[in-house]
């Protein structure tokens, strides 16, 4: 068995094995492929973790969530294109989905006011920026409503072959 690890600030993918009262070498065991020494780099820092490794650990410790953190923060991509999904409940998400939804509404004329000549012109500019802002809210909405998901499979609270049957017909 293991030793605890009394080590302060640890990282996301440490505290994800920890939830699962995993050791190092009972999560290698599980995610086959990483060993547990690769394992102790990452979490201590020592590594960044390749995408592939990421995978592994989001699968074999069913935290979706991993895959976004990787993206957002450690990607050189991901850190420009990619925002931080932090974990809500289904009724905070669609909330937030259906007030960005209704916001937008209220824009859309203005967006096609200001789109119809093909340009953007110096007067629509503040305007044209809010309405991107709202599209962004609404994007990340959907992906938190997503990574919501892709949580509640890997728990098993949505059935996985129903969902597929719907998914992908």
Known sequence: MGRASVKENKNI?????????????????????????????????????????????????KAPSLCNYFCARECPIGQTHVPEIAPR??????????????????RRDRLIEITSNGQVD?????????????????????EALRLWAERMLAEGKIDLESYRKYKNP
């Open 13 to 61: 993918y440490q505290l994800k094995r920890e939830e699962l009262e995993l050791t190092r070498e009972k999560a290698s065991e599980l995610l086959q492929g990483l060993s547990p020494e690769r394992i102790e780099k990452i979490e201590n820092e020592k590594s960044v973790p390749h995408p592939d490794e990421v995978l592994l650990m989001a699968r074999g410790y």
């Open 122 to 142: 110096d007067e629509e500019v503040e305007d044209f920026v809010r309405i991107q802002e709202n599209l962004a809210k609404i994007s990340e909405t959907a």
């Open 89 to 106: 409940s289904l009724p905070q998400i669609v909330l937030e989905m259906l007030a960005s939804l209704n916001a937008m509404q209220n």
